[in-house]
């Protein structure tokens, strides 16, 4: 039996995955490519899968509410097993998967080598976007976070090293030399934008076996990471978003939802990424919906280490003053 080739791409918050998912879908479609896409999402608010939708990918499945490496190992085994029992007809030529942020692509190979799966899918690429902005958090410092880190860096086919149009060619040098150390097989690829050349992607090289991750399960669960969830069902003032958004603590490593500006029309798309070091960085970008799609709920997901709910939603909407629409 033909196995199915399974694409994974991994990478930790706000490095580039869903820029380079997109891509992927195009490049695929070029391609002649059927693809089945799963997204997993750390948080029960499916805003990456909405973004896949816009960019037309087939046969969608999303996973939210936990990583698929930890508590919705069940549910990801489940639909790549649905997928990969469809009749030749009905099945896809590559499944694709965006993992979480906070996920351990080593467990997500235990589940996609299962006894199960091991005779119907193959991984066939493993993918790792590195943010080249970021050096501090590649750093390793942080224990909790260092381990999953070196887990997605040491467990990739190819290291896409992004954003390099933002990085001085020093950084840029001390973080090849670094992760070529942690991952001497892997090829590394520069990126602005996520973009590169994907048969690097496409063309098979994995031989998955049920024994290839034993020696490098994570040291840490992903729930050092929290989120929380800030709806805003009201038309905001950008000034205040702005602000609000400008003002995030440090504990909060990535948000990104949908938010409706007063006086603009249609929904924006908001992504920020952030934490420990790092400067936070925002954007607010409109969100075409293709025809028939439903609109996204406006809220925001918080995603960060030891986030205190309460303080963080009191902080961010200024005791109420964001959601002022008066």
């Not at 694709?96 to 199960?116: Q, R």
């Not at 992903?222 to 003002?247: D, I, K, W």
């Not at 603590?249 to 949908?258: D, E, H, L, M």
């Amino acid at each position: 039996m033909k196995k199915l080739p399974v694409v994974l791409v991994t990478g930790f918050l706000g490095a580039g995955k869903t820029t380079l998912m997109r891509r992927l879908i195009q490049d695929g479609h070029e391609r002649g490519l059927k693809l089945c896409v799963i997204v997993n999402e750390f948080g029960m608010a499916d805003v990456d899968g909405h973004i896949l939708k816009e960019a037309d990918a087939e046969l969608l499945a999303s996973i939210t509410g936990g990583c698929a490496c930890c508590s919705g190992q069940d549910d990801f085994h489940d639909t790549v097993l649905e997928i990969a029992l469809r009749p030749t007809e009905q099945k896809p030529d590559v499944i694709v998967v965006e993992a979480s942020g906070m996920a351990d692509p080593g467990l997500m190979l235990e589940v996609l080598t299962s006894p199960e799966l091991l005779p119907r899918v193959q991984v066939s690429s493993i993918v790792c976007v590195a943010d080249a902005t970021r050096p501090a958090e590649y750093a390793m410092r942080d224990f909790g976070v260092a381990a999953l880190l070196k887990n997605q860096l040491q467990l990739a086919d190819c290291i896409v090293l992004n954003k390099t149009d933002l990085a001085s060619p020093e950084i840029q040098d001390a973080l090849r030399t670094q992760f070529q150390k942690l991952n001497p097989n892997a090829q590394l690829v520069p990126a602005i934008e996520a973009q590169f050349d994907y048969s690097l992607i496409w063309n098979p090289t994995r031989e998955s076996t049920p024994t290839q991750n034993s020696k490098l399960k994570t040291q840490t669960s992903p729930h050092v990471a929290h989120t929380v969830f800030c709806p805003l069902p009201h038309p905001v003032e950008r000034t205040r978003l702005e602000a609000a958004l400008s003002g995030l603590p440090s504990q909060v490593w990535r948000a990104k939802g949908f938010v409706r500006v007063r006086g603009e029309a249609g929904v924006l798309l908001v992504q920020y990424t952030g934490g420990g070091e790092s400067v936070g960085r925002w954007r607010l970008a409109p969100f075409h919906l293709p025809f028939g799609m439903e609109e996204p709920a406006t809220g925001l997901v918080f995603i960060g280490a030891g986030l205190d709910e309460k303080e963080l939603l009191k902080e961010f909407l200024g005791r109420d003053q964001l959601l002022a629409f008066v």
